[in-house]
Structures are given as C-alpha cells and as structure tokens.
C-alpha cells in the first residue's frame, strides 16, 4: 500500500470511529419500534381515512409533475381573514389580536398543522462537555459543545441528548446578540495542535496501528517522512460556512442546533427521539406534534440555555434555518416569543408558501409517508379522497401560511428565497410565499411596526425582482441570486437586524 492510499484510508477509519463515538445521537429504539409506513397506516386509521391523494411529482417531465402554470395557480382565491375572529369580529386594535384573534390562530396551527407540544414535556439540563478557542472571521471565539439531557426518567427505554455547538467572543466585555441555526453540531473551525502535540499525537498512531498490524511498522520505516498529522501550517484553513464568518465578523454569537439529536427526520423515527420519549414507545395521538414543531422545541430549550448564559444578550437572540429546517425556525418564531429574530430560508409547504396555492409543492406532498412525520398527524385529513368524514383538501385547512408568519408580529422577520435556475426549485412557489409575506404584514402595521410597505392585499401581489432588498421594515423579504441557502442573504440579514436593534457591529 503506497503512502497515499494508506494515509487515506487509516484516516477515514479513525475520522469515522471518532465520528460515531463523538457525534452520533442518542436515540434508543423501543420495543414497539416501526416502519414508517406502519406508523403511518396507523395514523391513517385512527383518523378512518382509506385513501390519499398521492403528491405531485417534482420531475417536471413526468406525466403528474406539479403544476407551474400561474393561471391554474390560486384555485382556492380566498384565504382566511387574518385580522377576522372565527365569529366575525374584525379586529381593529392591537389588544383584540392578542386577546383574541391571535389565540384562535395558535390553535387552529396547533390541532391541525404542526401538533401541539405536551403540557408535561420533559426538562432539559445542559451541560458542557468540551470547550476550543477558535479564530473564525478574525476574530477569537470560544466554541463550547454542550449536550442537553433529556429527563427521560419516565421511560428510561428512551434517552434523548440534544447536540449544540455555542460560539461566543473571546474576551468580550458586553452580550451579543446570537443566532441559532439548525444543521450540524460540530466545531466550525477547531484549533489544530501545535507541532510538538503533532509529532507525539502520529508517533502514537503510528504505534497503536504498528501493535494492531505488526507489518506497518515496516511500511512506517520505508516511509520516514509519511506523517498522519502535519504540523500547523502559519495560514490556518478558513471555516466552512460563510454564515458563520458573516455574524461573526459583525460581532454575533453563533449555535448550531443540530436538529436529529431532537428528533429524527422520518416516520419510523416518531416512536424514538423526544416524540417518542413523551409517548413511551407509542403512536401518536392525532393532535400530537410532528418533527417540526419538536425540533422548534429544541430551540426554545436550547434558549432557555442561552438565557443564563452572561455572553449572550438574551433579549436579541434569533433562529435561522434552510428547506425543512426553515420551516422549522418559522414555526419556532411563531411560537416562542422569546425569539427576537428569524431568517427563514426557501421554507415552501409546511413553511412560508401557501397551502391553497396549486404551484410546485402541495399539501398531498405531506401527507404521504414521506414526510407526514413533520406534521400533525391531523394535517393528514387535509390530502384524503376517502375517509369517514368524506374527502378534504387545502381549502377547508382552517389557517394558511400568512397566518403563520403574521405570528412573528411584531419581531424580526425575514423571509429568504434564491433562484429556480440556480437550484432554488420552482417547487418552493417563490411568488406564493411572497403573496403570504405581503398578506402577513398586516399584523405589523396593526401592532405599530412596518410591513414590506407594498400593501396588503395577497390577490395582486407580484413579486418584486430578484435582488430587490425589502429591508426598511420588522418584516423583510429577499430573493439571493444564488440556489437552495440563505447564505446569499445572511450579510442582508445581519445588517438588517444591527439596524433594527440599533446596534453597531463591534
């Protein structure tokens, strides 16, 4: 084996047992573990539903592609009243919606859509378990890895530790406003060994793989200057993710929320993670939360984390994530007001675009068993042809998308898109999602903040050109000239919330 090949693969073997031992979750199957599409037969016949409408297909080739034809795109013209109670008050005051249309909304999103969270859903304790000094942007972070056990002493069978990685400035004297972002929980930028620590870390390697397999040792004496681990080079690798060197190069606070660690993305998985632990190993109830709703309950208690934290202004802390977990992050705004900010990236159905738009994704795209585990299991009812109750569809879902969004009023909201032919999939419906944002502020100008100052009305919407920065009010909305990320948008949306907060990037 010549010393690339060897290099290569004893890497890959070690970076991939300190993979599974580090990172992995832990999210103990039960004794009533099952597929999917068990879970979701259940599921079906609790709501005595005997038949879906199966979801459009994306390929736009195929013979039932979604619909991408804006004449065919509104069959359901008329969504529900935002500022309308469900008995036909109008509400004119910023104390009706809280008082009262505002609950009704919660509700209806609640019992129908993403499910609720459990009265007695479990406590969380954080602790850390590692702590890097890390240079990212310039600048000198602390990166902490903290884990958040959760209480699991109902059903032992269970055990759910939620992953976090929290980057706050070394040295600071003031808090800083943070963002959680949804994705992996690792170290963005670890620090590397100093040449000594190199030398002694590849002699070791080199003699654990020497004992395993004596006849290495000859290939490690042919090859004197083969070296697992190289010395620091003067110019460090810069981080991978250049949202992370935006926030904080301005100054920011960064944790990455890694959302499996809370709950797995698909079916089977209902019966593990925190779903799972609060059911004791079983189906859910029809009104139970879905993925979604309990990967924004992670965020919330990760913000409970935050709050006692002396590095983080606590007051200005935001939740941001992409595709599914853009959804996510809106619901967990929409939910949590404690949350001051949200940047929502390309989050289409379940997310920002419409569910009474007929263009790209459809609310069938969620009831099969590819993805109904983010919902409610009521959410179901909304794509069947034949049930107890006769057949539903879009039309009769008692709220909307402009209604979840106008749930982050009055606070920081900003929605992202990017472009279909850079990989931003028609599929999200772009202009559906603006038609919501433009009905959304509403709520805004009730509550004395400002909207996209283009109107209200969803009807005539047209969205703006790409590159258009609707940046001068609490609600905001971008489409990036690149594909599925935000990271376009991410410089927009700092610069944005700085100006909002009246803060000068430190």
Not at 97 to 103: A, E, F, G, N, Q
Not at 182 to 211: C, H, N, T, W
Not at 278 to 306: E, F, I
Not at 476 to 503: I, K, L, S
Request: proline content about 7%; glycine content about 10%; some cysteine.
């Amino acid at each position: 084996m010549n010393a690339t090949l060897l290099r290569s693969s004893c890497a890959l073997a070690l970076l991939a047992a300190a993979a599974l031992a580090v990172a992995a979750p832990v999210l103990s199957q039960s004794s009533s573990a099952v597929t999917a599409e068990q879970d979701h037969q259940q599921m079906m016949d609790q709501l005595g539903i005997r038949k879906l409408r199966p979801g459009p297909s994306g390929n736009e080739k195929a013979p039932d592609h979604a619909n991408y034809d804006p004449a065919r795109a509104n069959p359901f013209p008329n969504w529900p009243e935002i500022l309308t109670t469900n008995n036909g008050r109008r509400v004119t005051s910023a104390d009706m919606w809280w008082k009262l249309r505002r609950p009704e909304i919660v509700e209806a999103f609640e019992r129908e859509v993403v499910g609720r969270v459990p009265a007695a859903a479990p406590k969380v304790s954080w602790s850390v378990t590692s702590t890097d000094n890390e240079l990212i942007a310039g600048k000198r972070m602390v990166a902490r890895q903290l884990v958040g056990h959760v209480d699991n002493a109902a059903w032992p069978a269970i055990e759910v530790d939620i992953r976090m990685t929290l980057l706050t400035p070394a040295g600071t004297t003031r808090p800083v406003p943070l963002l959680i972002m949804f994705g992996p929980a690792r170290y963005p930028a670890p620090s590397q060994p100093s040449a000594d620590e190199a030398v002694r870390i590849d002699a070791a390697m080199k003699a654990e793989l020497a004992a395993r397999d004596p006849s290495l040792a000859a290939a490690f004496k042919a090859h004197p200057g083969f070296e697992f681990v190289h010395p620091p080079s003067f110019f460090p690798a810069p981080p991978s993710d250049e949202r992370v060197s935006a926030l904080v190069a301005d100054g920011w606070g960064v944790a990455l929320l890694d959302p499996s660690s809370i709950q797995a993305d698909n079916g089977a998985g209902l019966r593990s993670g925190v779903i799972g632990l609060v059911n004791k190993g079983g189906p859910r109830k029809p009104d139970d939360w879905g993925a979604l709703r309990a990967w924004g309950w992670g965020a919330s208690r990760a913000l409970d984390y935050l709050e006692t934290d002396p590095a983080v202004d606590a007051r200005h802390v935001g939740i941001e994530g992409v595709s599914r977990y853009g959804k996510a992050a809106l619901i967990t705004m929409a939910f949590d007001q404690r949350f001051a900010m949200v940047l929502v990236g390309s989050s289409g159905e379940g997310g920002a675009k419409p569910h009474r738009r007929n263009f790209g994704e459809a609310v069938e795209s969620l009831t099969g068993t590819g993805e109904y585990h983010w919902m409610a299991g009521n959410f179901m009812k909304y794509g069947a042809s034949e049930a107890g109750f006769g057949s539903r569809n879009a039309g009769d879902l008692p709220v909307d998308s402009h209604e979840l969004i106008a749930l982050c009023a009055p606070r920081l909201t900003f929605i992202s898109y990017g472009l279909p032919e850079k990989g931003d999939a028609n599929w999200l419906d772009q202009q559906g999602s603006f038609m919501a944002t433009i009905a959304a502020g509403s709520v805004w100008k009730l509550l004395g903040a400002k909207d996209l100052g283009l109107g209200n009305d969803y009807r005539t919407a047209v969205m703006v050109p790409q590159g258009t920065a609707l940046l001068d009010g609490q609600l905001a909305w971008r489409q990036h000239d690149g594909g599925h990320t935000d990271t376009p948008n991410m410089a927009y949306f700092v610069a944005w919330a700085d100006r909002q907060m009246g803060r000068v990037a430190q």
